[in-house]
């Protein structure tokens, strides 16, 4: 962060629920070294990281960095590294076609990146990116239903199942709109024999 600061670019450090970096309204970075990457992959971590990113930004980036001497090498035969981390990398980029993939070899390499990133975009908003991905946001009654936290909440009710919560969210425009079905409708969304 220090490097990144030196370089002139402002940071405001706050907690986000999408992302490590926002380095423009349509720019979002996920920022990993390559334990975490390798980790993150395997635990499923990243491809959920990866869903957020690519649901609220139009430019989501995966930086992976080396540190420390650290090499991501894919040959299995090197390091121990398993060709299912490969092959993970391969289906998320296969999956979310818009995040793009960066490597850099250190923290220095990683500034200089932003820095060409940040060139001639507009400057983010820190209350959008902290309203971005929040349970605030996404149970706000004047917002559609979606994100991973909404379908947490309507996979807990009675009678909503993985095989029809997609029908709630097509169909209901916010929870308080949700609240204020009828029996009868409810049943026709999520089908008569689990309303």
Request: with cysteine.
């Given at each position: 962060?220090?490097?990144?600061?030196?370089?002139?670019?402002?940071?405001?450090?706050?907690?986000?629920?999408?992302?490590?970096?926002?380095?423009?309204?349509?720019?979002?970075?996920e920022r990993?070294?390559?334990?975490?990457?390798?980790?993150?992959?395997?635990?499923?971590?990243?491809?959920?990281?990866?869903?957020?990113?690519?649901?609220?930004?139009?430019?989501?980036?995966?930086?992976?960095?080396?540190?420390?001497?650290?090499?991501?090498?894919?040959?299995?035969?090197?390091?121990?590294?398993?060709?299912?981390?490969?092959?993970?990398?391969?289906?998320?980029?296969?999956?979310?076609?818009?995040?793009?993939?960066?490597?850099?070899?250190?923290?220095?390499?990683?500034?200089e990146l932003?820095?060409?990133?940040?060139?001639?975009?507009?400057?983010?908003?820190?209350?959008?990116?902290?309203?971005?991905?929040?349970?605030?946001?996404?149970?706000?009654?004047?917002?559609?239903?979606?994100?991973?936290?909404?379908?947490?909440?309507?996979?807990?009710?009675?009678?909503?199942?993985?095989?029809?919560?997609?029908?709630?969210?097509?169909?209901?425009?916010?929870?308080?709109?949700?609240?204020?079905?009828?029996?009868?409708?409810?049943?026709?969304?999520?089908?008569?024999?689990?309303?």
């Open positions: 962060t220090a490097l990144i600061h030196k370089r002139g670019i402002d940071i405001e450090p706050v907690t986000l629920e999408v992302g490590d970096y926002i380095l423009s309204p349509d720019m979002c970075v990993k070294a390559v334990a975490d990457l390798i980790q993150s992959l395997t635990s499923g971590r990243l491809y959920n990281q990866c869903t957020a990113m690519c649901r609220y930004y139009s430019r989501p980036i995966l930086l992976i960095e080396a540190r420390g001497g650290e090499h991501l090498c894919l040959d299995k035969s090197i390091q121990g590294v398993s060709q299912d981390v490969a092959g993970r990398l391969v289906l998320l980029t296969l999956h979310f076609p818009k995040l793009r993939i960066t490597w850099c070899e250190n923290a220095v390499m990683a500034a932003f820095d060409l990133l940040k060139k001639q975009q507009p400057e983010p908003n820190a209350e959008t990116a902290l309203g971005i991905g929040s349970d605030l946001d996404l149970f706000a009654g004047d917002k559609h239903l979606g994100g991973a936290g909404v379908e947490d909440f309507l996979l807990k009710l009675p009678g909503v199942s993985y095989r029809n919560h997609r029908s709630l969210l097509r169909e209901v425009e916010s929870l308080a709109h949700l609240s204020s079905l009828s029996e009868h409708r409810m049943k026709s969304i999520i089908g008569e024999e689990d309303g």
